[in-house]
T-cell receptor, first 110, second 122 residues
Framework: QSVLTQPPSVSATSGREVTISCSGT????????VAWYQKKPGTGPKLLIYESDKRPSEIPDRFSGSKSGTSATLGITGLQTGDEADYYC???????????FGTGTKVTVL | QVQLVQSGAEVKKPGASVMVSCKAS????????VSWVRQAPGQGLEWMGW????????KYAQKFQGRVTMTTDTSTGTTYMHLRSVRPDDTAVYYCGREFCDSARCYGVDYGGQGTLVTVSS
């Protein structure tokens, strides 16, 4: 069972923006960096954001991350059909001494 | 370029053991470790643990402690995940990934393998 809570699904029309929240605790998000992953069927998780707000060089700037207190947010602007996927947040949980993932959010482009 | 190549699919009976391998290349292996993450059908991602590429230190999720062992063959750059006493609910795709951890925490996988389907069925 995940200790990071995400909305099950979000949707928007092509070209619009979506945000995905990730709610944790003081032992997880508040005191550790957050990563965000995109997961499509048949492929491995793809890193979108690391250290809460940094993008790997190959990730377009349509993807952004932020963190405040015990929550983190992933933003996707200029939504494209190729963005349809499941998205997961992840962070270290100091009380569990384990890396934990969020419950996952399915993004649908209408 | 960073690459992690995993072994092929496995089918096991309940109670058996399974070993999945992950060969890493394209980076300094001693700087990073390798983590294992699995995804059961219709479920989310689950971190199983990590092994240091520097000294073989391990961190295991409590759920798997006593049932999983991660080892590394530094001569080949291959990491192994050995899961014992498998059950039908261990059926999942298992992914290895490059991950940096220090003594206090891990920072998330940045490059991953292609995944290995492990099916546990009688």
């Amino acid at each position: 069972q995940s200790v990071l809570t995400q909305p099950p699904s979000v949707s928007a029309t092509s070209g619009r923006e979506v945000t995905i929240s990730c709610s944790g605790t003081s032992s997880s998000i508040e005191n550790n960096h957050v990563a965000w992953y995109q997961k499509k069927p048949g492929t491995g998780p793809k890193l979108l954001i690391y250290e809460s707000d940094k993008r790997p060089s190959e990730i377009p700037d349509r993807f952004s991350g932020s963190k405040s207190g015990t929550s983190a947010t992933l933003g996707i602007t200029g939504l494209q059909t190729g963005d349809e996927a499941d998205y997961y947040c992840g962070t270290w949980d100091s009380s569990l001494s384990a890396y934990v993932f969020g419950t996952g959010t399915k993004v649908t482009v209408l | 370029q960073v690459q992690l190549v995993q072994s092929g699919a496995e089918v096991k009976k309940p109670g058996a053991s399974v070993m999945v391998s992950c060969k890493a290349s394209g980076y300094t292996l001693t700087t990073y470790g390798v983590s294992w993450v699995r995804q059961a059908p219709g479920q989310g991602l689950e971190w199983m643990g990590w092994i240091s590429g520097y000294n073989g230190d391990t961190k295991y999720a409590q759920k798997f402690q006593g049932r999983v062992t991660m080892t590394t063959d530094t001569s080949t750059g291959t990491t192994y995940m050995h899961l014992r006493s498998v059950r039908p609910d261990d059926t999942a795709v298992y992914y290895c990934g490059r991950e940096f951890c220090d003594s206090a925490r891990c920072y998330g996988v940045d490059y991953g393998g292609q995944g290995t389907l492990v099916t546990v069925s009688s």
